[in-house]
């Protein structure tokens, strides 16, 4: 689980730069001070402040001593240089001030910009590589692009909170400190005079914040369901667009953006009541100075002259801008301890569990599946009381009616998904004791709809193998039937597929995805209608093919069209997800039983 005071740990390889950024801006904030005192001399010039009857000033502890002892020494330099030139020096002074507060500002920006966008990297990889090791069941339950929002949107809301959480350490108590100090030393009772009236203004912004964080939250979940709209409509654009079904997607999408819409009108107006609420505050605490610094003046209860009430309403101000800072981020910090909420959701879920696995075996003996039973998550059991044997070199169908838990039981092989109950074993080793890795490098799998990245064809054949040399590449596209037409290609192999393939006819995708899991010579194969997405031609090469390289190998086809499984070694028919019977083609036809009759089906069709 990700908090706020871990992204401090994901910043430890940025540890120089933060010390830079607080240590530049502790220099803008000198500087920031410094150019308003240039500008004193100005006040008492243009003011006209009486010089004639100054009196030497002896420095003592008390911060009245200092402010007079300043406010004398700057007369003698005025009554020493006169005022024409007084003010061409100063003039200096106050561009070099604001000219190296600005280049510090410049350099702890150029710290923080390598920062906020290094542990945003961290935090993105690290949940990226979190999302590829959750199981395949956790894909079943979250949308697509639910997902996709937490990857991107919630992310941006954490990195603009993570701005926020490095300006509130780093740079907004500096910028507050150093002014505060200054004005104590310009006068004690006026600044705490302000302090008592500040923690007004930080009652009624948290009162908002609260607020903030619940619809900030109820917004990112709304942007989720756009976005899983988008997805779903753009993954189906032929069948929307097949079926006249444009209106309805606009109209479906309209319900769920204008209701994300009402949401953010919220949440932004709450956010952005944060700069004018801090700054009305302030503005009544400047009434309140004035009203009591004059009383204070007009009393002669205090050193300040004119020009040095001037220059602490000045420096006051400069208050302002970081207290709205301040206000700004803990308002970012609401908002994005929402998102924050969102991404731990995907990184406290449990993944595959793969420590301490032993290495797979040779594979000389059988695959045995032992009383297995499987449910997806809570639900009921859709694999019940499954036995089964598969001795190495046998091919295997799985056949029957549609949900009767097929793809379901080839997937518990490789452990996409673990068993309620029951036990996998290959050559006696229980599958759960084996590493991960190890035991999916023993299968090569074909899905029913070939699955490719957008990338060479070289590389998706290769995929999670780089090591395979160039014939063993083409030896697999040969024994797929695709060298041919990767050849054609404009690079060959070289040449980049497109986004799912899209660049290759369906034919070519599947028989592309099965050269891919032919080419690292797994032992056994894991084929789910591996010839369904075919033209008649390309299935008879492909089918030819496939018995080719399934001759020496353990073979698990799932198959609808029982034409292609004829030949297999071993039936067996799921029905309901138990096993209804299983034996040859020969042996299930003379039973007269479930198989019969779907294969007196598919040929009457």
Same mark, same amino acid.
């Given at each position: ?10 910043a ?27 500008i004193i001399?100005?006040?008492k ?5 009486n ?13 009245d001593?200092?402010?007079?002892y ?23 002074g ?40 959750l ?11 639910? =997902?996709? &929002?937490?990857?991107? $949107? ?6 603009? /909170? #993570? *701005? ?5 350490? %780093? ?31 930080g ?9 903030l ?20 409509s ?14 309805d ?18 949440v932004?107006r ?22 009591y =610094?004059? &009383?204070?003046?007009? $009393? ?6 004119? /020009? #040095? *009430? ?5 420096? %006051? ?25 969102r991404?731990n959701?995907?990184?406290v ?10 290495p ?10 032992k ?16 036995n ?74 290769k995929m999670g ?12 596209a ?14 060959s ?9 899209m660049?290759?006819?369906g034919?070519?995708?599947?028989r ?16 789910d209608?591996?010839?369904s ?6 299935e ?11 001759k ?24 309901k997800g ?15 039983g ?12």
């Amino acid at each position: 689980m990700l908090k706020f005071k871990d992204i401090f740990k994901l910043a430890r390889p940025y540890r120089l730069q933060l010390r830079l950024f607080f240590g530049f801006n502790v220099f803008a904030a000198l500087f920031n001070v410094v150019s308003i005192g240039v500008i004193i001399p100005f006040l008492k010039v243009i003011f006209k402040e009486n010089l004639d009857d100054l009196q030497p000033v002896e420095l003592t502890s008390s911060s009245d001593s200092w402010l007079a002892y300043f406010d004398y020494q700057t007369s003698i330099k005025i009554l020493e240089w006169g005022q024409s030139q007084t003010l061409i020096y100063f003039s200096v002074g106050l561009v070099l001030a604001f000219l190296l507060k600005n280049l510090f500002v410049y350099l702890s920006f150029y710290n923080l910009a390598y920062i906020r966008s290094g542990v945003v990297r961290d935090i993105r990889e690290r949940l990226y590589n979190h999302i590829l090791r959750l199981p395949l069941g956790y894909f079943n339950k979250e949308k697509r692009g639910d =997902t996709l &929002s937490r990857f991107t $949107n919630d992310v941006k809301e954490v990195e603009w /909170s #993570l *701005l926020g959480v490095i300006e509130l350490y %780093f740079k907004h108590p500096v910028a507050i400190l150093i002014p505060l100090i200054t004005m104590f030393v310009m006068s004690y009772q006026l600044t705490l005079f302000v302090l008592i009236v500040l923690p007004v203004s930080g009652y009624l912004i948290s009162r908002i914040g609260k607020r903030l964080k619940q619809a900030a939250q109820a917004g990112q979940e709304k942007l989720a369901d756009v976005l899983s709209h988008l997805e779903e409509s753009l993954h189906g654009i032929k069948i929307i667009k097949a079926f006249g079904a444009i209106k309805d997607k606009e109209e479906g999408f309209k319900v769920q953006n204008d209701e994300h819409f009402r949401l953010m009108v919220k949440v932004n107006r709450k956010e952005l009541l944060a700069s004018p609420l801090s700054e009305f505050m302030s503005s009544i605490v400047i009434a309140s100075l004035l009203i009591y =610094t004059g &009383s204070l003046i007009l $009393n002669k209860e205090s050193a300040l002259t004119g /020009s #040095l *009430l001037i220059a602490y309403i000045i420096i %006051f101000s400069q208050l302002i801008p970081p207290a709205k800072g301040i206000t700004e981020a803990f308002f970012r910090l609401k908002k994005g301890a929402a998102s924050l909420d969102r991404i731990n959701d995907v990184l406290v879920a449990e993944v595959e569990k793969d420590k301490d696995g032993l290495p797979a075996p040779d594979f000389s003996q059988s695959i045995e599946l032992k009383d297995v039973n499987f449910a997806y998550g809570d639900g009921p059991l859709v694999l019940k009381d499954i036995n089964l044997s598969i001795r190495k070199g046998e091919t295997v169908a799985l056949v029957g009616p549609s949900g009767g838990g097929k793809s379901t039981l080839a997937d518990l092989i490789p452990r996409f998904h673990e068993l309620k109950s029951g036990s996998i074993t290959i050559d006696g080793q229980n599958i759960r004791n084996i590493e991960l890795y190890s035991l999916r490098k023993m299968m090569g799998i074909v899905t029913q709809d070939a699955i490719l990245f957008n990338d060479t064809a070289a590389n998706n054949i290769k995929m999670g193998d780089y090591y395979l040399s160039g014939d063993q590449l083409m030896t697999a596209a040969k024994v797929a039937n695709a060298h041919e037409f990767i050849r054609e290609m404009p690079d060959s192999y070289n040449t980049n597929i497109g986004e799912k393939g899209m660049n290759l006819s369906g034919g070519q995708r599947q028989r592309m995805s099965i050269a891919r899991a032919v080419a690292c010579e797994p032992p056994i194969l894991i084929l789910d209608e591996a010839t369904s997405a075919l033209d008649t031609e390309s299935e008879k090469m492909v089918q030819d093919a496939l018995e080719n390289v399934m001759k020496d190998r353990t073979s698990i086809v799932i198959a609808h069209r029982l034409s292609t499984i004829q030949n297999a070694d071993k039936i067996v028919v799921l029905d309901k997800g138990q096993i209804a019977e299983q034996g040859t083609h020969a042996e299930l036809m003379a039973k007269g039983g479930i198989y019969k009759k779907l294969v007196d089906l598919q040929t009457f069709s």
